[in-house]
């Protein structure tokens, strides 16, 4: 029986693990990261769904104008996020990473909460949406940097990408999961989905302080609270590598980000109302999660970074094909397609960026990565919203789907840095990207 630490001991015999699922701390990780996706997952979409509905229905919107509310929706997400993001990875490497995810998860659990009580109450309206977003935002921060600079500390690092891959089972799995099951039980009882994800937030909070006391590493003397800060951001911006895996994800998702107007899809498009938004919600992450479990077994060994490229390449190209289907059952398949292959994409990156840098910085490299991603998901739906009303849902679609093809194109030729990363092994890949 292998105990919390990257190997367990028995007499003097040492057991190196061979799968990061034989880590016991790492098992209260994982499932931690589950509920947590699984009631964020839920709460989101269907805080989504109520600001359409309430837009369309309360206050009169027409389609055009209630999908630029879903596009501000996304602004108010993101603000807090670029605000906080320098202090959320300070955070993380500064502090007890575990105390800094629980109390985000915390935070999260309140906004649930308040999202329960004041649907039940027939007391939502465009402010309180927007105020919740806003928290949920700033509580997201604070979660990613924390919970990413976690798995490298409590697996060896030639587990690695194979613990990324699991933990991104557990994030896409939870993704399939969450809206599912929160739309189906939203059916029912508006104000139930909520309940259950103040509930799992709450459940996680209390697991991930299970996992033993985690702090980084520093290398020499500990500099002032700003000056790693800066010493953060001018490390990625110096790395040509991170900087292109980072922002490469940043601009091509940003413009590709057909989430947002899922619900102008599912009610006034596809006809498939609050269940059927669940189902296309969750496509996609079936189809990462399928991707994610194969990688676990299977994971990319030669050519990452051009298999990284050509994958957002071609998340680009489907996004295009989705705005065009009228057919419920295709517009799934190609979601999950999708979902597929921003998971070929995703795994990559994630596991190029941690394995580059050094433990005392992750934190705050995470917390970048952190920003880009959030940047790319809540600007892309203002970006959307934008669009949309511009363009109509199917154009705005259209639009970023072929920006994103753009994009991939214009960084494999500016960072060729990317398209030389061949392994995962950390020394050899060092040489590679700075050859």
Same mark, same amino acid.
């Given at each position: 029986m292998l105990g919390?630490?990257?190997?367990?001991?028995?007499?003097?015999?040492?057991?190196?693990?061979? =799968?990061?699922?034989?880590?016991g701390d790492y098992r209260r990780y994982w499932l931690a990261r589950f509920m947590a996706v699984f009631a964020t997952?839920?709460?989101?979409?269907?805080?989504?769904?109520?600001?359409?509905?309430?837009?369309?229905?309360?206050?009169?919107?027409?389609?055009?104008?209630?999908?630029?509310?879903?596009?501000?929706?996304?602004?108010?997400? +993101?603000?807090?996020?670029?605000?906080?993001?320098?202090?959320?990875?300070l955070a993380a490497d500064r502090f007890d990473r575990r105390h800094v995810a629980a109390f985000a998860n915390g935070i999260d659990g309140c906004v649930a909460v308040i999202l329960a009580l004041a649907t039940w109450a027939d007391a939502l309206n465009?402010?309180?949406?927007? !105020?919740?977003?806003?928290?949920?935002?700033a509580a997201r921060v604070f979660v990613g940097p924390s919970m990413s600079a976690i798995a490298p500390n409590i697996v060896p690092p030639a587990l690695l990408p194979r613990a990324i891959a699991l933990s991104s089972?557990?994030?896409?799995?939870? !993704?399939? /999961?969450?809206?599912?099951?929160?739309?189906?039980? *939203?059916?029912?009882?508006?104000?139930?989905?909520?309940?259950? !994800?103040?509930?799992?937030?709450?459940?996680?909070?209390?697991?991930?302080?299970?996992?033993r006391p985690i702090k980084a590493k520093h290398e020499g003397p500990r500099l002032k609270p700003l000056k790693q800060i800066i010493e953060g951001l001018v490390y990625v911006w110096r790395e040509r590598f991170l900087l292109g895996c980072i922002t490469l994800d940043l601009f091509a998702v940003l413009l590709?980000?057909?989430?947002?107007?899922?619900?102008?899809?599912? @009610?006034?498009?596809? *006809?498939?109302?609050?269940?059927?938004?669940?189902l296309m919600r969750a496509a996609p992450a079936l189809g990462a999660a399928s991707v994610a479990l194969w990688l676990s077994f299977r994971p990319l060994e030669r050519e990452v970074g051009l298999?990284?490229?050509?994958?957002?390449?071609? +998340?680009?190209?489907?996004?295009?094909?989705?705005?065009? =289907?009228?057919? +419920?059952?295709?517009?799934?398949?190609?979601?999950?397609?999708?979902?597929?292959?921003?998971m070929v994409s995703v795994f990559i990156r994630s596991s190029l960026?941690?394995?580059?840098?050094?433990d005392d910085k992750r934190g705050r490299v995470s917390s970048i990565s952190g920003l880009a991603i959030s940047a790319s998901n809540e600007l892309g739906e203002m970006q959307s919203g934008l669009a949309a009303a511009i363009l109509g849902a199917t154009g /705005?679609?259209?639009?970023?789907?072929?920006? /994103?093809?753009?994009?991939?194109?214009?960084? /494999?030729?500016? +960072?060729?840095?990317?398209?030389?990363? @061949?392994?995962?092994e950390p020394a050899a890949l060092k040489r590679e990207v700075s050859t």
């Open positions: 919390s630490g990257p190997a367990a001991c028995h007499g003097a015999a040492v057991t190196e693990p061979t =799968s990061p699922l034989q880590i997952m839920s709460m989101v979409v269907l805080l989504g769904y109520q600001l359409y509905e309430v837009a369309r229905d309360d206050y009169g919107m027409s389609v055009a104008e209630a999908s630029f509310q879903l596009g501000l929706l996304g602004l108010a997400q +993101f603000i807090p996020l670029f605000v906080l993001t320098p202090v959320a990875g465009i402010p309180i949406l927007f !105020s919740l977003a806003a928290a949920h935002g089972i557990a994030w896409q799995t939870a !993704s399939v /999961a969450g809206p599912a099951i929160g739309g189906v039980i *939203f059916a029912e009882a508006d104000w139930l989905p909520h309940a259950m !994800s103040a509930g799992l937030l709450g459940a996680a909070m209390v697991l991930i302080l299970t996992v590709a980000g057909a989430t947002a107007l899922l619900p102008v899809f599912a @009610r006034d498009i596809l *006809f498939v109302g609050p269940e059927g938004l669940g298999k990284m490229l050509w994958a957002v390449a071609a +998340f680009g190209a489907l996004t295009i094909t989705f705005a065009f =289907s009228r057919n +419920f059952l295709l517009s799934l398949a190609i979601l999950a397609a999708m979902g597929a292959v921003d960026v941690q394995l580059f840098t050094p /705005a679609v259209v639009f970023g789907g072929a920006g /994103a093809i753009f994009v991939t194109m214009v960084w /494999a030729w500016y +960072f060729p840095e990317l398209r030389r990363a @061949r392994s995962f």
